[in-house]
């Protein structure tokens, strides 16, 4: 049998918010932080979600560049 801590279900729901497109400052207030990082941390974006985010930029792109700027 697989335990379930409750910190488990805290980083579940704060991923689940974010890949339904829940914003940073919503994201913060719905897991009670007061510190931006400690939302980041917990609620990271899934790989799976990444990759199909990339993929997406692959095709409707048929010829990406790159743009490099210098600053000054």
Known sequence: MTSVRVHDLHYTFGMRLRA???????RQDLLGHYAERMTT???RAD?????????FFCRT????ELTLVKCA
């Open 20 to 26: 339904q497109g829940v914003g940073l400052e919503n």
């Open 41 to 43: 941390h917990n609620s």
């Open 47 to 55: 790989i799976q979600r990444l990759v199909e985010c990339v993929e």
């Open 61 to 64: 792109n048929e010829k990406p």
